[in-house]
């Protein structure tokens, strides 16, 4: 089975992210004694300009959802499993039938999901298209659909906040939901940090900028629920 994330502790819920795009943020009113995991990490992440997004294509990650770890199910279904609530399935274990997405990360509202009619969608925390241009490019096509696939980066949530992000980073979408915006950061500078993808330098400031406000943040991690 797919691990899920853990959101780690220390995350304080509010407006710890500020405006999206650059803003000023609403973090602490005095700098921090000492900095948690995830905003040290930061400061490890290499910083280099946005490469060009030429020759990206969504296959260049393999094909969708795929079943990476053997258990007989593709991870998009893996995925609804570990988030939804209520879950029905369609037959056996594998197909998700219907669930609801409550305390949705994004926009903080319940989503009711049934397949063919979704409003869920399953996103990837660093957009793949986000990822492309600092650096996956030059990935091998195996690496490229571990990390499509891999639970550390993927989150069932609302449709259209998800459409609204496109390939957004930091430092030009933040979920509306506010009080996630910690766990938000965090989980993409684990992300980058664990496929050596780069940053630029504006979206490194909003990562600070944001994890200013929960200073003592841990990186997520993989465990046995959301």
Same mark, same amino acid.
């Given at each position: 089975?797919?691990?899920?994330? *853990?959101?780690?502790?220390? %995350?304080?819920?509010?407006?710890?992210?500020?405006?999206?795009?650059?803003? +000023? =943020?609403? =973090?602490?009113?005095?700098?921090?004694?000492?900095?948690?995991?995830?905003? @040290?990490?930061?400061?490890?992440? @290499?910083?280099?300009?946005?490469?060009?997004? @030429?020759?990206?294509?969504?296959?260049?990650? =393999?094909?969708?959802?795929?079943?990476?770890?053997? $258990?007989?199910?593709?991870?998009?279904?893996?995925?609804?499993?570990?988030?939804? +609530? &209520?879950?029905?399935?369609?037959?056996?274990?594998? *197909?998700?039938?219907?669930?609801? *997405?409550?305390?949705?990360?994004?926009?903080?509202?319940?989503?009711?999901?049934?397949?063919?009619?979704?409003? #869920? &969608?399953?996103?990837?925390?660093?957009?793949?298209?986000?990822?492309?241009?600092?650096?996956?490019?030059?990935?091998?096509? &195996? +690496?490229?659909?571990?990390?499509?696939?891999?639970?550390?980066?993927?989150?069932?949530?609302?449709?259209?906040? $998800?459409?609204?992000?496109?390939?957004? &980073?930091?430092?030009?979408?933040?979920?509306? $939901?506010?009080?996630?915006? %910690?766990?938000? #950061?965090?989980?993409?500078?684990?992300?980058?940090?664990?496929?050596?993808?780069?940053?630029?330098?504006?979206? +490194?400031?909003?990562?600070?900028?944001? *994890?200013?406000? %929960?200073? @003592?943040?841990?990186?997520?991690?993989?465990?046995?629920?959301?």
């Amino acid at each position: 089975m797919l691990v899920a994330l *853990l959101a780690a502790g220390g %995350c304080k819920a509010g407006d710890q992210a500020g405006d999206q795009g650059g803003g +000023k =943020g609403g =973090g602490a009113s005095s700098a921090p004694t000492a900095s948690g995991p995830a905003l @040290t990490a930061v400061s490890s992440l @290499t910083v280099k300009g946005r490469a060009p997004k @030429t020759g990206y294509e969504r296959s260049e990650f =393999g094909s969708s959802w795929v079943d990476t770890d053997d $258990n007989g199910c593709g991870t998009r279904d893996d995925i609804l499993k570990r988030d939804l +609530k &209520d879950v029905r399935f369609r037959d056996g274990h594998c *197909l998700v039938a219907s669930g609801t *997405l409550t305390d949705d990360p994004y926009t903080g509202r319940d989503v009711r999901f049934v397949r063919g009619h979704s409003k #869920v &969608d399953i996103d990837h925390v660093v957009a793949l298209s986000d990822a492309w241009q600092k650096g996956a490019q030059k990935w091998d096509r &195996d +690496k490229r659909l571990a990390f499509a696939n891999d639970p550390l980066s993927l989150i069932a949530v609302d449709a259209s906040a $998800n459409r609204r992000k496109g390939d957004g &980073d930091a430092a030009t979408w933040l979920p509306p $939901n506010k009080a996630y915006r %910690c766990d938000y #950061v965090a989980h993409q500078v684990a992300v980058k940090k664990a496929y050596g993808l780069w940053v630029t330098e504006a979206e +490194k400031g909003a990562m600070k900028r944001v *994890l200013g406000g %929960c200073p @003592t943040a841990k990186l997520p991690a993989r465990s046995g629920g959301r």
